[in-house]
């Protein structure tokens, strides 16, 4: 079955950088896209950036030219480089494994623990 560990959370202040990590083992995670998500206190889980197989990415408009997302097929591993942080970037970061349909990613794996990522002002 898939397993999915995400790490390199923590707490920063503004304007500084995070870089989060994400293992999925389980399935051959070269043919699988994979995807972040994030959820602040009281309010849903919103996906933050996705990556196909092939490279290709897609962010939420909220953190497009600050995040960058990419992997790394020899470690089955999913990078999310976060720079200039804001408050409202503080929630818990999730991943997941799964496929795009068009221009839309669709997780198909077992969430995570997840990440917790706190922005001082």
């Known amino acids: 079955q898939v397993q999915v560990v995400e790490s390199g959370g923590g707490l920063v202040q503004a304007g500084k950088s995070l870089r989060l990590s994400c293992v999925i083992s389980?399935?051959?995670?070269?043919?699988?896209?994979a995807g972040w998500y994030r959820q602040p206190p009281g309010t849903e889980r919103e996906l933050v950036a996705a990556i196909d197989r092939n490279g290709r990415t897609n962010y939420a408009d909220s953190v497009k030219g600050r995040f960058t997302i990419s992997r790394d097929n020899a470690k089955d591993t999913v990078y999310l480089q976060m720079n200039s942080l804001k408050p409202e970037d503080t929630a818990v970061y999730y991943c997941t494994s799964g496929t795009f349909i068009g221009v839309n990613y669709y997780p198909n794996s077992r969430w995570g623990q997840g990440t917790q990522v706190t922005v001082s002002s």
């Open positions: 389980g399935r051959d995670f070269t043919i699988y896209a």
